[in-house]
T-cell receptor, first 110, second 120 residues
Framework: GQQVMQIPQYQHVQEGEDFTTYCNSS?????IQWYKQRPGGHPVFLIQ?????EVKKQKRLTFQFGEAKKNSSLHITATQTTDVGTYFC??????????FGTGTSLTVIP | GAGVSQSPRYKVTKRGQDVALRCDPI?????LYWYRQALGQGPEFLTY????????KSGLPNDRFSAERPEGSISTLTIQRTEQRDSAMYRC??????????????????FGPGTRLLVL
């Protein structure tokens, strides 16, 4: 069946360091979304990517959708303590099924 | 309302009892999704509606789980004869788009605070 895996599962960084999480799907995705979930909170939408090779930026966050539309990445430059949380990718496959990834939990050490 | 609301926020029940979880989506939102989220894991898709029509219920674990959205707004997820393994956070999300695969539209999903279900 469809699987959307994220690596790493956990990441600890010093404040100011960069952070990247990778999302890999076993099948081609029609779109990819990224969500952030703070501890004790609910997932909050960050961005959606649709096109092959698409790159979008939001301040210190850079999102990329792979050429084959089977993988994606989220890169945070110069992390801050406010970046703490779990980052989930989520995608819709060509059969219109919607899946969340396994998540990457980010801890930022001040 | 300002966002998606869910009730109750916490539910403790005994094994074998039925529970009904309610979701009040953002006014005017077309799609409504139900997820189950275990601690430390990503949301697991259960089912979703466009308006009042249930589009996909492939994620419902078994026939003890059912959902309805009779008037295309509020939705109820019902779990019959609850079991301890049903304990989890149940999340609802709504979206202004239909989620039918018209992918150029922004399919933002707005999540509610969730209902924490504990089956004893």
């Amino acid at each position: 069946g469809q699987q959307v895996m994220q690596i790493p599962q956990y990441q600890h960084v010093q404040e100011g360091e960069d952070f990247t999480t990778y999302c890999n799907s076993s099948t081609t995705l029609s779109n990819i979304q990224w969500y952030k979930q703070r501890p004790g909170g609910h997932p909050v939408f960050l961005i959606q990517l649709v096109k092959s090779g698409e790159v979008k930026k939001q301040k210190r966050l850079t999102f990329q959708f792979g050429e084959a539309k089977k993988n994606s990445s989220l890169h945070i430059t110069a992390t801050q303590t406010t970046d703490v949380g779990t980052y989930f990718c989520a995608g819709r496959d060509t059969g219109n099924q919607f899946y969340f990834g396994t998540g990457t939990s980010l801890t930022v050490i001040p | 309302g300002a966002g998606v609301s869910q009730s109750p926020r916490y539910k403790v029940t005994k094994r074998g009892q039925d529970v009904a979880l309610r979701c009040d989506p953002i006014s005017g939102h077309v799609s409504l999704y139900w997820y189950r989220q275990a601690l430390g894991q990503g949301p697991e898709f259960l089912t979703y509606f466009n308006y009042e029509a249930q589009q996909d219920k492939s994620g419902l674990p078994n026939d003890r789980f059912s959902a309805e959205r009779p008037e295309g707004s509020i939705s109820t997820l019902t779990i019959q004869r609850t079991e301890q393994r049903d304990s989890a956070m149940y999340r609802c999300a709504s979206s202004p788009e239909t989620g039918t695969g018209v992918f150029q539209y922004q399919e933002t999903q707005y999540f509610g605070p969730g209902t924490r279900l504990l089956v004893l």
